[in-house]
């Protein structure tokens, strides 16, 4: 008996282990398709489902869950942008105040 993770290639990114479901050939040829707890199965508080060859385990996207990991992603990079844009901004400031015309030129002067 194989476990559904290993059969199906494992879960994607942001994966919905509460709605999988397991597509089945019937003997007669109709397709059977059964809710599975892969969730459950992954902590070990649901028995394995027994997999045989053609069935396919249907594994949705959690689009929430896509949603929300899209979202901390683009704060954490707009807030690392945000500091480095005022780490160099800083910088520059420091050292244009500290620069010292060549002989001959003198600073702009400010009104």
Partial sequence: MRSPRGTSGGANRSPDLRHAQLVQTLDDGREEAVAIPVNLILMCRAPYVALKDGDILYVPTNYLKLVTIQAISDMVSLG??????????????LQLSKWIPPDGLEPARRN
Wanted: proline share 0%.
């Fill in 80 to 93: 690392t942008s945000f500091v480095l844009y005022r780490a160099t901004t800083s910088i520059q400031s």
